[in-house]
């Protein structure tokens, strides 16, 4: 178990948890996910720009906390797929946000956030609830993503 110091007053709730799920203390969240249902074009890229941004503060809060007791939490962006994507990856495991696009017979484009891995059904394209998910999701990706010697 942890104990709290004088310290701690200047790290956020999340990196409080992040060092508690290294040390064993954090239950294994539930990522809140939703159907994810085409939308227009434009909404679904702010959606996905809300969570790309939110990722790397995330990630440099968790990361700031991992002190060599686990792998980096890693934000790749993908290019040259006709997606908007990013992958979050720790160790061997690796979760994917991306934007689709399709084309409606009315002449409207409509699009989706999506996310794969970590459980998210590949028949039906999950979407994170809420930006929020994504410290679910890094906490996930950090206590799977250790390797067996990690502790």
């Known amino acids: 178990m942890t104990q709290p110091s004088q310290r701690d007053v200047v790290f956020t709730p999340f990196m409080l948890r992040v060092r508690a799920a290294l040390d064993g203390e954090d239950r294994r969240p539930d990522l809140r996910l939703g159907p994810s249902a085409p939308t227009g074009v434009a909404n679904a890229t702010d959606e996905w720009v809300s969570l790309r941004a939110r990722s790397e503060q995330v990630l440099a ?3 700031s ?3 060599g007791r686990a792998p980096l939490v890693e934000l790749d962006d993908e290019f040259g ?3 908007l994507a990013f992958v979050l990856k720790c160790g ?3 979760a994917r ?3 689709a696009q399709i084309s409606m ?3 409207a484009r409509q699009a989706w956030v999506q996310l794969q891995g970590f459980g998210a059904s590949a028949s039906q394209p999950m979407a994170p609830a809420d930006p929020e998910v994504l410290e679910d999701l890094v906490v996930l990706l950090l206590r ?3 390797r067996p010697d990690d502790g």
Do not use: L
Request: aromatic share 0%; no cysteine; glycine share 20%.
């Open 105 to 107: 017979t009315q002449g």
């Open 92 to 94: 061997g495991k690796a």
């Open 65 to 67: 906390m991992v002190d």
């Open 61 to 63: 809060e968790a990361n």
């Open 97 to 99: 946000i991306s934007m």
């Open 144 to 146: 799977e993503g250790r």
């Open 81 to 83: 797929t006709g997606e």
